[in-house]
Every structure is written in structure tokens, then in C-alpha cells.
């Protein structure tokens, strides 16, 4: 597959947002096609295609990691874990060693208790409410080899947050780190509740596990993964093997990895970046994942020594350089790759980390319905302030309105049970509508300069809020910054700068640091794009995968211009 970039005309970003109705798909249209372009044609549908309101009368022609030609496409099949039994697999905090042969074989046992005692059966779902835990990972897999769906879920959500997941989910069986009040809730909904010690156990008693992987299609569901839900009600996005064998390979390939690579993994196992992304790219490299239960300075100061790779978000990365430990002697030769995602990285983190460690972070882009769609390069330039150029196989323009759209294998397979949410997040040709604004330019390199939804439309012009708040990060005694549209009454919208400072100021100071913020601003920034207030808080609110929470500003701070 050669990169495409298909660059509509009229895509200028500062042009005024225009409506897109006539490029999205009406319900009918997308349950005439298929719109994760994958799956070969197959005599009936599953529920899970069903219920997204997708059809197999047609595919997307020319499709790349994504097809099966008629074998097996179950991830677990794809990824041949089995094949280098004798490799490493897991390093625990305790440095003993699970080998890739030992992996397989606790899947398998954990398959035949999910098979035999909870009669788990292919297309079913499994919601799983668990922490980071090898068990939690023998579930995911030994799942995926039954040809079941895994759901995984925030251990932290409350009973009352898990309700609209286990009705929408319907899943068979449960699986919760607290065997709780608070999950026995919901034994009317569903036939299995199991604490996940309890299914560890189960699983270590069994003699012989279930060695055969069961066939799927590379359409067939592996994961509903649900998005974090800013407005409305989280939706469930269905990620099927092919697609995350799509892009697993296509990782592998771009950031180089081998056998011999050893992953630093401190990121969270319930969502896209530490379930797919890191995980599929040891597991498809047959190389090591160093364990970790969570993120902390101290702890990967400790294991960096011996990683090759480390994979993190922003604030992962931030936080190392706010430590007075981290320096270019904490970072061994063997350590080759720094990736960033799930959020935007500064361009003050890049280019401090770059002087501090000699190492430039690969920064990529993506998102829980599309996967990684764009990288840097692990051998050229990586460019500070962009998320690279797509991945092979990876077709990606912006519409008239300033939005990227993306079409690939690895594109999900649509909403759960949500058929006309699926027809109105993709155009009429197939692409996923990712409602980020960005641009690309000569060399295809994408910028992301925001959600479209952050856009602040001032007096009315066009003001994208990173390009503001990269102004604002680089101001001296600035830790970050968000910049927010608030309700104005003569502007419709001012332009508003929420910023957390590396020290915390005294409000008599605020009036003066404010001033001194704005006139750094004007110097660098058109007067409509210059924020109308800045506000000081001591840290900005952010969801579990530490992305800034706008819609929480915007809602604290809509009165601040009413009189």
C-alpha cells in the first residue's frame, strides 16, 4: 500500500465552518455498504455488524492488513504468539519472567473456564471492570481467542456510571475487580458476575487449556471500546481483528520493532493506547513488555534502564522533566524510541525533552475509532507541532470545513447498536469524519489545531485554540495552558486562556501576571486570537487518559462576561 493524502479542494482551515450534511452518509446508505472496508462477503452478519448498521454486500477493494484471504483473522491466530515459545513475554515488578509459551497456555486455560463454566460463546461480550493486572490481560486474550468481545471499562467508575455500559453492552459475563455490592447490582441484567481473582484461580486449576483459536473474519468484532463521552452518553466502538491487525502491523513496520525490543508499559489496560497499541506491537514483534500497574516518575526512572521503547502520553513525559532526577545520564544507549499520544504534546515538552536527553519524541496521532492514523517518522524528521504523515495504507484530507476525514483498515467498524450515529460519522465515499481540525501541508505532515467542537468562532473569525495556547506554553512560569471560547454578548464568543503556572501566584498578583501574559500574546498573535482573560488555576482538569477536559472550563466559566 502506497500513503495516499487526498487534500480537498476549499480545505483552507481559516475559511468559515460550513455545514456538512451533504457529505455524510444518510442511515440507509450506510447499511447499503460496508463501512470498515474489511470484511470478505459472508453469508449472514453478526449481531455485532448488525447492530452498527453495517452490510456485507460490498468491501472496500485493494484492503491491506485488514484481510484475511480466507484464513483465520483472529488476532490471536495473526499475532502467533505461540511461534517463539521459549521468548520473553512479560517482565514483573518482582523481574521474574513469563515466556511466550506460558502466555499461550494461560490464555488457554482461562478460555476453557470462560468456555466451559461461564458458556461464553462466540460473539458475546465480556465487560470488564478490572485494574491492570497480568489476569486482566489473560481475559482480554483468552476473549479473543473464544471469538467473544472484550468491553473493557475504567476500574473507577461507579455503579451508577457502569449501568449505561452493562445496557448497552448486554454482555454474558462480568468481570470486576470487587465482587461488590455495587456489581451485584446488576444480576438481573446479567448471567455471570466473577471477580477477576476468582477467574484467575479458575483459570490456574485448569489441567488443559483450549489450544484452537476460533475462526473469525477480519470484520468479525474483537472489542467494543466505548469513547469518553464529553457530550451525551459514551458509544460504543467496535474495533474488529482485522483492523487491529491493520494497524499492529503497520506499527511494527514504522517504528522498527523486533524480537529483541523491550517495552516500557505504564500506561492504563482499559483503553486504545495501552490495550492495542503497546501491547499489539510486542505482541505482533514477539518482544518483551516491561509490566507496570502505573505511571510514576520514580518507577520509570528505575525501569527505563532496561527498555528499548517507551510508549506514554504528554503528561508522562512532562512529568519526567519536572523531576530534578531525570537527566540525559537516566537514558541508556539501548533506549531507541520515546512515542507520545493520546493527547497533544507541547511544543515546550518537545523541545525541552530534545535538550535534556539528546532523544527527539516521536509523536503520532489517533483516536479509539480510527487507531493510530498518522506518525512521525522513526527515521527522518520529526517535526515539532506536527503528528506526522499517515501510515501506510492510511488515506487522510480535509473537508470544506476544516476537519480531517480518514479511511483505512483500521478504521472501526461502526457504533454498537448505534446505526445512525455510524451513517452520520462517515462521508458518502467512506470516510471516517474524525471531527479534529488540521491541516496538512507540502511534505504531508498533519497538524492538529484542535477539536472541531473547541473552534472559537469571535466577532465572526475563526480561532483555533492550539495555535493560542502554543503562544501561551512558551511564556515564561507557564506550565500549560487551555484556551476556551466563553459566551460573549458582543462578540458571541471571546477567546478565553485558562493557564496553570509552574508556581502558584498569590491573587494580588493575578491582575499583573495576566497583563504580562497578554502583551506577550499580542506581540505574536492577531487581536481576535488574543485571549480577552486569562485565568489562573493550579492544575487543569483532565479525564482518565490525562486529556484536558474544555467541556468542564467551558461550563465552570460561561458567566464570566455576563454583567
Not at 462466540?122 to 465487560?127: A, C, I, P, T
Amino acid at each position: 500500500f502506497c500513503t495516499r493524502l487526498i487534500v480537498s479542494e476549499c480545505c483552507r482551515v481559516d475559511d468559515a465552518v460550513s455545514s456538512r450534511s451533504s457529505t455524510t452518509a444518510t442511515t440507509a446508505e450506510c447499511t447499503q455498504r460496508y463501512v470498515h472496508w474489511m470484511s470478505p462477503p459472508r453469508s449472514s452478519l453478526s449481531e455485532s455488524s448488525r447492530a452498527a448498521g453495517l452490510s456485507s454486500s460490498s468491501r472496500r477493494e485493494g484492503c491491506g492488513g485488514g484481510c484475511s484471504g480466507g484464513g483465520n483473522s483472529n488476532l490471536l491466530e495473526r499475532a502467533s504468539i505461540n511461534r517463539e515459545r521459549e521468548a520473553p513475554a512479560i517482565v514483573y515488578a518482582d523481574h521474574s519472567v513469563l515466556s511466550y509459551g506460558d502466555l499461550d497456555e494461560s490464555i488457554g486455560r482461562t478460555a476453557r473456564v470462560l468456555a466451559e463454566k461461564y458458556k461464553l460463546e462466540k460473539g458475546d461480550r465480556v465487560l470488564a471492570r478490572t485494574g491492570k493486572s497480568i489476569d486482566s490481560l489473560r481475559l482480554y486474550l483468552a476473549t479473543l481467542r473464544l471469538g467473544a468481545v472484550y468491553v473493557p471499562l475504567n476500574p473507577t467508575y461507579t455503579k451508577e456510571e457502569t449501568a449505561h455500559f452493562v445496557q448497552d453492552s448486554s454482555p454474558r459475563v462480568f468481570v470486576t475487580s470487587s465482587h461488590s455490592e455495587d456489581s451485584m447490582a446488576f444480576r438481573e441484567r446479567i448471567e455471570s458476575i466473577v471477580d477477576e481473582k476468582e477467574m484467575a484461580r479458575d483459570g490456574d486449576e485448569v489441567e488443559n487449556g483450549m489450544n484452537e483459536i476460533e475462526h473469525v473474519t477480519a470484520g468479525d468484532p474483537a472489542c467494543i471500546c466505548y469513547t469518553s463521552g464529553t457530550t451525551g452518553l459514551p458509544k460504543g466502538a467496535i474495533l474488529t481483528h482485522g483492523g487491529l491487525v491493520s494497524n499492529a502491523t503497520a506499527l511494527v513496520n514504522a517504528w522498527q520493532f523486533k524480537q529483541t525490543d523491550r517495552l516500557l508499559h505504564s500506561l492504563p489496560f482499559y483503553h486504545v493506547h495501552g490495550m492495542f497499541i503497546s501491547l499489539n506491537c510486542a505482541l505482533f514483534s514477539h518482544s518483551t513488555v516491561l509490566w507496570r500497574d502505573r505511571f510514576s516518575v520514580e518507577d520509570t526512572l528505575e525501569w527505563m534502564r532496561d527498555a528499548t521503547v517507551m510508549m506514554g502520553v504528554p503528561t508522562y513525559y512532562s512529568r519526567l522533566l519536572n523531576s530534578p532526577s531525570f537527566n540525559r545520564g537516566c537514558i541508556p544507549k539501548r533506549l531507541r524510541l520515546f512515542v507520545s499520544g493520546s493527547a497533544p504534546l507541547s511544543p515546550a515538552v518537545f523541545q525541552k525533552f530534545r535538550e535534556v536527553t539528546g532523544h527527539t519524541i516521536l509523536e503520532r496521532y489517533g483516536m479509539t475509532e480510527a487507531q493510530v492514523i498518522t506518525s512521525n517518522p522513526y527515521e527522518g524528521d520529526r517535526q515539532c507541532g506536527t503528528v506526522g504523515v499517515p501510515l501506510p495504507g492510511t488515506e487522510i484530507r480535509v473537508n470544506k470545513s476544516g476537519i480531517l476525514e480518514t479511511r483505512s483498515n483500521s478504521v472501526f467498524g461502526g457504533y454498537w447498536r448505534n446505526p445512525k450515529k455510524t451513517a452520520e460519522e462517515f462521508t458518502v465515499d467512506g470516510y471516517f469524519i474524525t471531527g479534529d481540525v488540521g491541516k496538512i501541508d507540502e511534505n504531508g505532515y498533519v497538524t492538529i489545531l484542535g477539536r472541531g467542537n473547541d473552534l472559537i468562532i469571535s466577532g465572526g473569525l475563526n480561532v483555533y485554540p492550539k495555535q493560542v495556547e502554543d503562544v501561551i506554553d512558551h511564556i515564561e512560569g507557564v506550565t500549560e495552558s487551555a484556551v476556551i471560547a466563553v459566551p460573549h454578548s458582543d462578540l458571541g464568543e471571546a477567546v478565553v486562556a485558562v493557564v496553570a503556572m509552574k508556581e502558584n501566584i498569590e491573587e494580588s498578583s493575578h491582575e499583573k501576571e495576566e497583563r504580562r501574559i497578554l502583551e506577550t500574546a499580542r506581540s505574536k498573535l492577531a487581536g481576535y486570537k488574543t485571549p480577552k482573560r486569562v485565568i489562573f488555576v493550579d492544575c487543569l482538569p483532565r479525564n482518565s487518559m490525562a486529556k484536558i477536559q474544555k467541556n468542564v472550563l467551558r461550563d465552570q466559566y460561561k458567566g464570566l462576561f455576563e454583567v
